[in-house]
Every structure is written in C-alpha cells, then in structure tokens.
C-alpha cells in the first residue's frame, strides 16, 4: 500500500527557478523522508523529517511537515538543470513496522 | 568504498525459468530490502529482513523468495511463480528498523526483462 502520494506528478521549470512538490498521508508518522531517483538510478536520502519538527533545511533544500495536515512539502530553492530527477517521500509509521512506505514520485524537469 | 552493489545491472529472463538477483552491502547494515518499481509508479515492497537468517513477506512477495545467510547478502530469486516479472529491483539497507534508524541506502538497481 502507498500511503504518500505526490503532488503534482510532473513539474516543468527553468534554471533559477524554485520548485515546489508535495507529500500527502493517511495515518500517523514517526518520520517522512524525501528521496531522490536519477533516471535508471537507484534512490538518494535527501532528507527526514521528524514527527515532533516543523521544517528542516539542507542546503537548497527545505522541508515542512504539517502533521494536522498529514502534509510535507519539499522545497528546492534556484533549481539547476543537474536538479532533474524523480523525487520520493517515504513516510514511516509510527507504533509499527517502521517500514518506509515510497509514495509514486514527482517528475522534475529543469530546463536550462 | 562503502555501499550497497546489485549484480546484474541488466537481466533478460526466459518465461519459466527461476532468476536470482545479488544484493551485497559493506555498510554493516542489520537490515535490507528488495522493493520492485514499474514505470511511473513508487517502491512497492517484496521482502525485508531485519537479521541474519530472518525475513518477511512485503506488500508483493507472491512468485518471490529470498535468504538471508548472511549479513553482508540478501539474493532475490524471481521464480516461475511471478506473472509479471519484468521491473526494476531495488535493494537497500538500513542500520536497524527501529524509528530512528530508517534512512535507507539503496543499491543502483537491476532491470529484469521477460522474453
């Protein structure tokens, strides 16, 4: 089952440009991670974020969670054509498994 | 170098036959996983194992079975049993599974093809 799922799916911007993507959930989390996949490539850790914080930073890179909204947006600040990828949130549910569940990905192009 | 390496990168299979993917990490990971991705969609889960010579069954693990014998390998074998093989593997590892160990390192993937 796919408990976090992307928004928008594909998003098309040009060098400069920041890029915004969403992670929507059902249930409650210990953690949500971001992930990035280069095209034929396996996924890169970006980034966790706690159930208990509200916004992270890593160099270009920010991210909130909202957990009344069971929302996490990632943030890529003057986006470079090396930013293109498919970007993954996982989330890992809280009192079980700890298994992270990868929602379907959002497709970024960056146009030079 | 420390990592996660996936052997073949490439894998063509006839309809019938049983094929194994290799999983090896050098990170001292106690767990691993093999997930399956098919175009425009997520990770789905096949098989997880937590420690040696323990595993369990993922969202998708009909037609799949797996070994842990060691820490360092996790061998995905893709039986006859699987209707649809023809996907993309992807194995990762993680320190534990725990809550606050579960960033996952992943393997570069193998692309298994049905004839």
């Known amino acids: 089952s796919q408990q976090g799922e992307e928004d928008p799916q594909a998003l098309s911007i040009q060098e400069g440009e920041n890029a915004t993507m969403n992670c929507s959930y059902k249930t409650s989390i210990n953690n949500l991670q971001w992930y990035r996949q280069n095209s034929g490539r396996g996924l890169v850790h970006l980034i966790l974020i706690r159930s208990n914080e509200r916004e992270k930073h890593s160099g270009r890179l920010r991210v909130t969670l909202d957990t009344s909204k069971k929302s996490s947006s990632l943030l890529i600040t003057a986006s470079r054509a090396a930013d293109t990828a498919s970007y993954f949130c996982?989330?890992?549910?809280?009192?079980?498994?700890?298994?992270?569940?990868f929602g379907r990905g959002t497709s970024l192009i960056v146009h030079p | 170098d420390g990592g996660i390496t996936q052997s073949p990168k490439y894998l063509f299979r006839k309809e019938g036959q049983n094929v194994t993917l290799s999983c090896e990490q050098n990170?001292?990971?106690?767990?691993m996983y093999w997930y399956r991705q098919d175009p425009g969609q997520g990770l789905r889960l096949i098989y997880y194992s937590q420690i040696v010579n323990d595993f369990q069954k993922g969202d998708i693990a009909e037609g799949y079975s797996v070994s842990r014998e060691k820490k360092e390998s996790f061998p995905l074998t893709v039986t006859s049993a699987q209707k649809n093989p023809t996907a993309f593997y992807l194995c990762a590892s993680s320190i534990g599974i725990d809550g606050s160990t579960d960033t996952q390192y992943f393997g570069p993937g193998t692309r298994l093809t049905v004839l």
């Open positions: 990170l001292n990971h106690d767990a």
């Open positions: 996982a989330t890992v549910p809280s009192g079980g498994s700890y298994i992270p569940t």
